[in-house]
Nanobody
Framework: QVRLVESGGGLVQAGGSLRLSCAASGRTFSSYAWGWFRQAPGKEREFVAGISWSGGSTYYRDIVKGRFTISRDNAKNTVYLQMNSLKPEDTAVYYC???????????????????WGQGTQVTVSS
């Protein structure tokens, strides 16, 4: 059974940093694209960042470019999201997701992904 488990969320002051991790088990995801999404209360789930199966290409939502960095460690079957210069509007539940087809390109829609973590809360205070 495939399982994705996020960690690293928490409460941080504006301008601070957090590093989210998402560890996968039950399947090796070295040939699959990953994504990070977030969902704030009353809002739809939105794409934040994605990384290709090779790790050679990364994609970001415009408002997080230059502040967030996605990376992957295939040996650990883990993807990371380094978040710097956090703002109160970054407050949300953050989810990692993985595609279910090898070599598939990074998608920006939740429906592009087949596997999801349970989410981790990130709260940025002003």
């Amino acid at each position: 059974q495939v399982r994705l488990v996020e960690s690293g969320g928490g409460l941080v002051q504006a301008g601070g940093s957090l590093r989210l991790s998402c560890a996968a088990s039950g399947r090796t995801f070295s040939s699959y694209a990953w994504g990070w999404f977030r969902q704030a209360p009353g809002k739809e789930r939105e794409f934040v960042a994605g990384i290709s199966w090779s790790g050679g290409s990364t994609y970001y939502r415009d408002i997080v470019k230059g502040r967030f960095t996605i990376s992957r460690d295939n040996a650990k079957n883990t993807v990371y999201l380094q978040m710097n210069s956090l703002k109160p509007e970054d407050t949300a539940v953050y989810y990692c997701a993985a595609t279910g087809v090898k070599g598939l390109r990074v998608g920006v829609r939740p429906t592009d992904y087949d596997y999801w973590g349970q989410g981790t809360q990130v709260t940025v205070s002003s």
